[in-house]
């Protein structure tokens, strides 16, 4: 079975390009194992167009193609009502799902279809222009009728463009061609933010680019504190693994041992371990109900009073679905726990103790000095859509599951499709606070002083430092898995990397950990997904890792 996942490709062939130097294109081919099961797909390389096949996934990605080249806005409602799951539909409104197709369709504009390739239960779609290109990944459920389950599209280069050579294949000066992609990434606004490498815990290379504050002008620098989104996630993570080092807490403890009084007996039943993994079948946060409710969710019991009579998405145990309420009951369970909020244990048994004085979760409402506004701008830098929980992108270093919603939200003016490049900043639509789901901020240097602190074993012993950051269940992508808070990745090239990423409209961060060379990679930035993500995927391609 395994020759057979290696075996098949649809490709478009490009003059020039040999199959060693196209797999080294780290924005645009995908690292996936090319699953003939999902697509039927045959053929290694043909001259033409990718042929799709004709299978019931081959001819509903036919049915996107059509209906997002040639459809009418009618057409492209219909489709969605058809051809979207369930849980996708109640993502966002039907006018928002309509929107995100009418900007593909002009992304897509005297663009040609490269290739189809597919992994498990994800197909990407690989379109160029000229020196070009847009890769559109569709996730379809495991199971059942082919459905379309969440959308992702993202920029990059043309498979046909000459890659750069990595440094850890040439030996180049990787921080000399790190320095120069960044200048040129901020003079064409795809970058803005700051950047940290480190090597052996000291710092090697900082920066930061862009503006923290565009109306009046302030600049980043490298103490800029960015949002950094669903990397939270590590910081409680830390946290649970802390009480239960202590005895306070138990992984193989359900809910209901905690929150006593929890409404729903089949999410009570869940486990502390099936919630850190993401196996417990506990569902998002981000959805109608909370953009309806999204200023009075002040308190991470009052996220468990909106959600708490929901029932699970699946048997718990049972699959893998990234689930961000399921780190907001991780919080709750914390408080009651330990007898303080979240955010004050966090601060107190976290931040201080490693010196991350510039990181925290204070409201929105709330001045906090050297904190960057957020920009967005559907159609400009970053992703357009990504439905709820597709997990981490394949091939990206750990990916990050973390963003919901580019564009549109549901319900709100504030992220109405705009112009191509056009940017909006996003303050007066963000949560109250961030939560131990993540949405708190930090800067690239306390992220370095946290994870100088995890790997030396201040914050955790050795045996709970292991456990947490150590791989526990495999995520929908190959070489991921997901541990306690963390991502843990075995590149495709045999390198381990942990770490975590997050994002959202306006915000995204990158932290990944490379223990086996002892490098460390830090990249926020105050712009749509994938601004910080592309540029550690630049920077990870050109250290010499192994």
């Not at 900082?206 to 600049?219: F, K, M, P, S, V």
């Not at 564009?407 to 992220?415: F, I, N, V, Y």
Request: charged share 20%.
């Amino acid at each position: 079975m395994n020759s057979i996942l290696h075996q098949f490709e649809t490709v478009r062939h490009q003059p020039g390009c040999s199959e060693r130097s196209r797999l080294k294109i780290p924005t645009t081919i995908l690292t996936f194992l090319n699953l003939a099961i999902l697509l039927g797909l045959s053929g290694a390389l043909i001259a033409a167009e990718p042929e799709i096949p004709k299978t019931p996934a081959g001819e509903l990605v036919r049915q996107f193609i059509q209906v997002v080249q040639k459809g009418t806005r009618n057409d492209r409602a219909t489709f969605v009502k058809e051809h979207y799951s369930r849980r996708f539909q109640e993502f966002a409104s039907e006018k928002d799902h309509v929107q995100m197709l009418e900007q593909l369709n002009q992304d897509l504009k005297g663009a040609s279809l490269q290739a189809v390739k597919s992994a498990d239960n994800l197909v990407a779609l690989e379109f160029s222009r000229g020196d070009t290109a847009l890769t559109v990944k569709l996730v379809l459920p495991p199971d059942g009728e082919p459905k379309i389950d969440s959308m992702m599209v993202e920029p990059g280069e043309s498979s046909g463009a000459t890659p750069a050579t990595p440094a850890n294949h040439a030996g180049g000066d990787a921080i000399a061609a790190v320095r120069s992609e960044l200048e040129r990434r901020a003079a064409e606004d795809k970058f803005s933010g700051a950047v940290l490498i480190a090597k052996d815990g000291q710092s090697a290379f900082e920066a930061a680019y862009g503006y923290a504050d565009r109306e009046n002008r302030i600049t980043n620098t490298v103490d800029t504190k960015f949002r950094f989104g669903s990397m939270g996630k590590m910081f409680t993570g830390v946290a649970v693994l802390q009480l239960v080092q202590a005895g306070k807490i138990h992984l193989e403890d359900p809910i209901a041992k905690y929150l006593t009084d929890y409404p729903n007996q089949e999410v009570a039943g869940v486990t502390i371990y099936q919630l850190l993994t993401h196996t417990g079948g506990t569902g998002d946060i981000f959805s109608p109900e909370y953009e309806a409710h999204r200023e009075e969710l002040k308190e991470l019991k009052d996220y468990v009073a909106l959600y708490g009579k929901r029932g699970v998405q699946f048997k718990p145990g049972t699959d893998w679905d990234y689930s961000n309420y399921g780190f907001v009951l991780l919080g709750r369970i914390i408080e009651v726990v330990s007898g303080q909020s979240y955010y004050d244990y966090v601060r107190d048994h976290i931040f201080k103790p490693v010196g991350m004085n510039s990181t925290d979760n204070v409201p929105e409402d709330q001045n906090v000095p050297d904190l960057s506004v957020g920009y967005t701008g559907p159609g400009g830098p970053g992703l357009h859509l990504i439905g709820p929980g597709p997990g981490p992108n394949p091939g990206f270093g750990p990916g990050d599951p973390g963003p919901h919603l580019v564009g549109p939200a549901p319900g709100s003016e504030d992220h109405s499709i705009g112009s191509k490049g056009s940017l909006r900043a996003t303050t007066g639509s963000l949560p109250y606070r961030g939560t131990s789901a993540g949405g708190g901020y930090s800067t690239v240097g306390d992220l370095l002083k946290f994870v100088n602190a995890l790997t030396s074993h201040k914050l955790l012993d050795a045996h709970y430092t292991e456990l947490l950051i150590t791989g526990k269940v495999s995520t929908r992508r190959p070489g991921i898995k997901y541990a306690f808070g963390f991502e843990d990745e075995l590149t495709g090239d045999g390198v381990r990397c942990f770490g975590h990423g997050g994002g959202s409209p306006g915000m995204n961060g990158r932290l990944s950990v490379f223990p086996g060379s002892n490098y460390i990679v830090v990249a926020l930035a105050n712009l749509d997904p994938p601004a910080a993500d592309d540029l550690a995927r630049f920077i990870r391609d050109r250290l010499p890792l192994k």
